[in-house]
């Protein structure tokens, strides 16, 4: 197929066989596969600035005669774009249509400052190894999808709106800084380094599906004054986080974490949250010995009693004791009980522990009374079912009537056993906590203020 900008540019009629095909030097590579470089890294800089005065003069044409639709499909640019987006937003505003799929732009910056234009990007699978800045854009219907950004990436003060970044990669650290975002699409994006939503407003419908962030993640708004920006439904459904920050945002609408594996203790301070909130279970927060782990979970335990979300305030309750515990900041004796309190409890969270543990003490309690009661201990010899059902009857009264083996060991007309004293004294003592702990598991399950 014939280029579309080779028509009265006979100094790139040649064509340049490169990595086993012929090109043309509009769309000959940079590089192949195997990071062999081709003859377009060793052409002269006259020859590039001709290279960019051709598409100048291609894209004039087209702006002259009233066409808003430019295909730079499949092209590579040696030294980015930057100029070519200047001089289009100095001959235009309104809608325009751009397509960049399958592009690779070079060089050492593209600044893109298009404020006037109604952008509608496409820029399936292109890759940009230029630093990317783009300024006061405003973009409706784009498509970044497989985009790979291999350095910085800025959308500084930008509009989004039906966009979508599907499976695009970023490399270097990405900033959509005050950016306004209504119904786009970042599923299965991977953030390798920093990025920052700071002070950036998610209006509805916003999607961070599957996204993998490596780095520091930042959605927070700068001060308490600036939580007005919006953040409203917003699915991070199986999203991975290192750091995250949401400090002082407003939860509008619903926002689902649901799957999603925080690496670090995510940071909520300042927020409010709306009921439609969904965290993912406790297993998935990876993080309870971290500087501010305590802090973070003591904050995220205080959010869920206000909108009175039981299960969830347990869990950052239990969390956040388990930060405590791993700080290394408190006495042995609290240790001791904080350590105590998981085993049995899990800090109140679990309900079938204490009964688990107060069945054990049943059981292993039984078995003693029925050994020191017999008169012969032997596995040849049947088992004497009345000391079995007395040895029963012992163990259930000390649940139920705590401490009250001297009286029972009188009733049956038995001996004093210091053993059999020494162990029901403890059933009774680990049966109080383990009952004690139930109900106190149960009023936090089901608590009601």
């Not at 230029?130 to 910085?152: L, M």
């Not at 038995?414 to 009952?435: A, E, H, Y």
């Amino acid at each position: 197929m014939s280029c579309q900008f080779l028509p009265g540019s006979k100094i790139f009629e040649n064509k340049y066989s490169f990595d086993g095909k012929e090109w043309c030097f509009f769309h000959l590579p940079m590089k192949d596969l195997n990071g062999n470089e081709s003859q377009k890294n060793t052409i002269k800089l006259e020859k590039i600035n001709v290279f960019y005065e051709i598409l100048y003069k291609w894209i004039e044409g087209k702006l002259r005669r009233g066409e808003k639709y430019i295909d730079f499909s499949y092209m590579v640019f040696p030294i980015g774009l930057d100029e070519i987006f200047y001089s289009i937003s100095q001959e235009i505003s309104g809608d325009l249509v751009i397509k960049l799929n399958n592009c690779q732009i070079f060089g050492d910056s593209a600044i893109y400052t298009v404020e006037k234009l109604n952008l509608s990007i496409d820029m399936i699978g292109a890759e940009f190894f230029s630093y990317v800045w783009f300024n006061r854009a405003i973009f409706t219907s784009s498509r970044f999808e497989k985009t790979i950004f291999h350095n910085t990436v800025t959308f500084s003060s930008c509009k989004f709106s039906n966009c979508t970044f599907s499976d695009a990669k970023f490399f270097q650290h990405s900033s959509f800084y005050s950016s306004l975002l209504n119904k786009s699409d970042f599923y299965n994006c991977e953030f390798y380094d920093d990025v920052d939503f700071l002070n950036s407003s998610l209006e509805y419908d916003n999607s961070f599906h599957n996204v993998i962030f490596h780095g520091n993640t930042c959605f927070a708004t700068m001060s308490e004054a600036n939580s007005d920006k919006e953040f409203g439904e917003i699915d991070f459904r199986s999203s991975e986080f290192g750091h995250v920050e949401f400090t002082n945002r407003k939860f509008l609408d619903k926002t689902d974490f649901t799957d999603c594996t925080f690496k670090k203790a995510p940071l909520f301070h300042g927020c409010t949250f709306h009921q439609f909130t969904i965290f993912p279970e406790r297993e998935r927060f990876k993080d309870t010995s971290s500087d501010y782990a305590v802090s973070a979970y003591r904050t995220l335990a205080l959010a869920m009693s206000n909108i009175k979300a039981r299960n969830e305030e347990g869990m950052f309750y239990s969390l956040y004791q388990e930060s405590l515990k791993n700080s290394k900041k408190i006495k042995s004796v609290d240790l001791f009980v904080s350590t105590c309190y998981k085993i049995f409890s899990n800090y109140g969270q679990s309900i079938a522990r204490p009964i688990g543990f107060l069945f054990l003490t049943f059981l292993t309690s039984w078995i003693i009374y029925c050994i020191r009661l017999s008169p012969i201990v032997s596995l040849n010899k049947k088992i004497d079912w009345g000391i079995a059902a007395k040895s029963l009857h012992i163990a259930f009264l000390q649940i139920v009537k705590p401490f009250s083996i001297m009286s029972v060991l009188k009733q049956y007309s038995l001996q004093s056993d210091g053993i059999v004293t020494l162990v029901s004294n403890i059933q009774s003592l680990l049966s109080l906590i383990f009952i004690a702990l139930l109900v106190l598991a149960i009023r936090w399950k089901f608590k009601r203020d």
